[in-house]
């Protein structure tokens, strides 16, 4: 390995560390890190891997395809962005988690491409446009005709309020973890860079984290998607 992927690996190890520490300061038990590396190279991902992450979380579906086509990686890779219908033929081979599935349609095209597919039912706390996600009461239905469709239904994800600060999170963490244990559902991912404590006080089981991780993201992800 280079010096460049020494140096890439010790910075993501000794950042990773500083993640868990976090966690763990929060009241946080065997809750998972997602490193979310949207953006970022495949050589950060194989440091995350290194690290000791399991899988890393993507959002964009033309990147995974670019990253991830010609060699099947160690680690499992989420797809954690809002996910097109149309987009779902080109990332059946290569996604082991589907953390945004927010919509019967959706339900529809996983199970016709990608059959027992491996989900996360992504539930909306935020009323903010742009991040996807079923309404709260909207979930047990959901989550009904997935069953039925033949999907893994792992648990349910959620995404924070982009204002108000890591406390504006709270109370919707708070009620999907409810759901979460009313639905008797193992997986529970709440919380990114900026919230991950309060979504570990309330319950969470997986953060989803980037910035912390890799630092400032290296381009704009206007043509990417």
């Known amino acids: 390995m280079s010096a460049a992927g020494d140096d890439l690996d010790a910075m993501v190890a000794e950042r990773l560390a500083a993640v868990r520490e976090r966690i763990a300061n929060a009241g946080g038990v065997g809750v998972s890190v997602l490193p979310v590396t949207k953006l970022f190279s495949i050589d950060h991902c194989r440091a995350a891997h290194r690290a000791g992450c399991s899988a890393v979380g993507e959002n964009y579906a033309q990147e995974v395809v670019a990253k991830f086509a010609g060699e099947r990686p160690l680690f499992a890779v989420h797809f954690i962005g809002q996910l097109q219908t149309n987009k779902v033929r080109l990332l059946a081979p290569l996604i082991d988690v589907y953390e945004s599935v927010d919509r019967a349609s959706l ?57 108000g600060g890591p406390e504006a999170a709270r109370a919707g963490f708070r009620a999907v973890r409810s759901l979460c244990d009313r639905l008797r559902l193992a997986v529970c991912s709440m919380g990114m860079t900026d919230d991950l404590e309060v979504g570990v006080q309330e319950g969470s089981t997986q953060v989803r984290v980037g910035s912390a991780l890799f630092g400032e993201r290296p381009v704009s992800a206007g043509s990417v998607r």
Do not use: F, I, W
């Not at 016709?112 to 909207?138: F, I, M, N, S, W």
């Open 107 to 163: 339900v529809a095209e996983l199970a016709k491409r990608v059959p027992g597919a491996a989900v996360l039912l992504q539930v909306a706390c935020a009323d903010e446009p742009g991040k996807g996600g079923c309404a709260l009461a909207a979930v047990p239905a959901l989550l009904e005709t997935a069953v039925s469709a033949g999907l893994d239904v792992r648990g349910l994800m959620t995404v924070g309020p982009t204002v």
